[in-house]
């Protein structure tokens, strides 16, 4: 029983007790409460336009090091670390494709995310140019 209230009658003091305890569950059960992940940290999410790279940067030096092939499923992200994968879902149409990050860009305002041809295909996105998309990371890269 709470004590320091004594003066008080049997019914508030009932009341002060059922507000305190409520008070108290709601402050567990909000320290219990998830936050959403954090850029680049598994399930982070982001949404925006993405376009592809053309067929003129097939062989050129990635951001990474590694040569840009049209053939594989790569991406370029502004920020996120090389050798993240991320889920590319088509806003459009609900496709969807998993990529690597491999570059950076793009340099357009608004658009988050380069595909690469056969990840701009995967997604049929290939007549349209720019669509608006989603990015979920799935998976963060080895820290070597």
Known sequence: MITF???LPNSISRTIKSILIAASVALCLSSCATTAPGFGEKGYTEEGKASYYGRKFQGRKMA???RYRRSKLTAAHKKLPFGTQV???NLQNNKTVKVKITDRGPFVRGRIVDLSEAAAKR???MDDG???VRVKVIKTPRIK
């Open 5 to 7: 209230l004594p003066a």
């Open 64 to 66: 990474n090091g590694e």
């Open 130 to 132: 720019v669509v608006p």
């Open 123 to 125: 997604v049929d996105m």
């Open 87 to 89: 889920v590319v879902t």
